[in-house]
Every structure is written in C-alpha cells, then in structure tokens.
C-alpha cells in the first residue's frame, strides 16, 4: 500500500542506504553497504563548495561473514565526505567488527566499540542494518526457511524448532494470520521463556 499523496514540496536533501550480499568462491559471503547524501544545488561547507550533483557522503563499509554469521573481515571507505581525509582517517577502526556475530547482540556490540569519536557517525549506522540484510541474503540460500535450524544443523525431534522468521514481527506472529495460514504447524505455538532456567542454559552454552 503507497503512502498517501503528498501536499506540495520541495526535495532538499535526499539520503540512499543500499545493501547487496554476495556469495564468494571460498564459500564465504560479502554484505556491502553504501550510504549517500546529496542535495540539488550546490553545498557550502567548511571545507568549501561542494557542487550539485556531487556527494556530501558516499560511504562503504564491507564485512565478509561465514555461514554462521560471524564477522572474519571487515572493511570501509570513505569516497566523499564533507572533511576530506580526515573523515577517512577512522576506516581502520570498523576492522575490530571481526569476530563478532551478527545473531549475537551485534548492534549492542558495535555500538560498544564504535560509538562517539572513536568512528563515524553515518558508517557506524550502517553496521544496524548488517543483521536483517544478511538474514534475507541467507533465507532460501544457506538457510531453509521451512524449519527452524537456520545454521542448518540437523536437529532432533524433540529439538525442532519453528522457522527463523517467525515470532519476530507483528505479520509473522503466532497467534497472527499469516502464520496460521503459510504455516499452520506453528500457528498458537508458545515460545519457552527466555528466563526459563534451561533456556537460559541453553542461551549461555550457545553464546559462551
């Protein structure tokens, strides 16, 4: 459903955030993001006129992940920014996302290590849309999205999980339509709680 017709305006400033996920030869995966700022005119900043149809930020920031969604390389770029190389100057740092997984309180942990002058404000904001890109880059790919081992670990029956998706959003929730209709299985199901002492078990085996 499209938003509703605008009253009449003006575009001042337009910012792009695009995503693409690729699956290398070594069995490895690339998530590449890419931010822009561009408005239509001509700039002034500090460092001087920036001219239409040129770039305030064209940012990148690369991580490379394995199936199991845990960082081994990372990478960024700064092409355009309104300090030149100075802006630049804090692209090695994103190098200490390696080791992190981005299923295991990615945003909480980057933001640890990146917030405030340590990096860049617009690159480091890139790193919170890393974990739902590279979830729908490996739905149907690395992960079958019928069951609930989304790392494609066999499991047990009485260890059967429902998929990945569901229960993570209003449209896919249990008691919702939409699980009741494409999955019926789970329609109703109730997830243990999280302060259950096993799961809780379970949770520090799995993150430990």
């Known amino acids: 459903m499209p938003l509703s017709p ?18 290398r030869e070594d069995g490895l995966w690339d998530i590449e993001a890419r931010l822009t700022d561009e408005k239509p005119r001509d700039v002034h ?4 006129v920036r001219p239409n149809g040129l770039p305030i ?47 295991e309180n990615f945003r909480r942990e980057a933001n640890r290590l990146l917030r405030g002058t340590v990096g860049c404000t617009h690159l480091t904001e890139l790193c919170a849309v890393l974990p739902t890109a590279a979830i729908q880059a490996f739905a149907g790919e690395v992960w079958n999205i019928e069951n609930g081992n989304p790392k494609g670990e066999a499991a047990a029956p009485s260890e059967e999980k429902p998929p990945f998706q569901l229960g993570r959003c209003n449209a896919l929730r249990f008691d919702g339509p939409a699980v009741g209709e494409y999955y019926p299985r789970w329609f109703g199901h109730k997830p243990r709680d999280p302060r259950d002492p096993d799961e809780r078990a379970g949770s520090e085996e799995k993150t430990g």
Request: charged letters at 25%; hydrophobic letters at 40%; one cysteine or more.
């Open 6 to 23: 605008p009253v009449s305006r003006q575009l001042r400033h337009r910012r792009a955030i695009r995503l693409e996920a690729f699956e």
């Open 45 to 48: 900043l500090a460092s001087g």
């Open 57 to 103: 930020h064209e940012l990148w920031l690369r991580i490379t992940i394995d199936r199991k969604l845990t960082i081994v390389d990372a990478e960024a770029s700064s092409e355009w920014a309104p300090y030149g190389g100075l802006c630049a100057e804090s692209n090695p740092v994103y190098r200490s996302l390696i080791g992190l997984n981005l299923l």
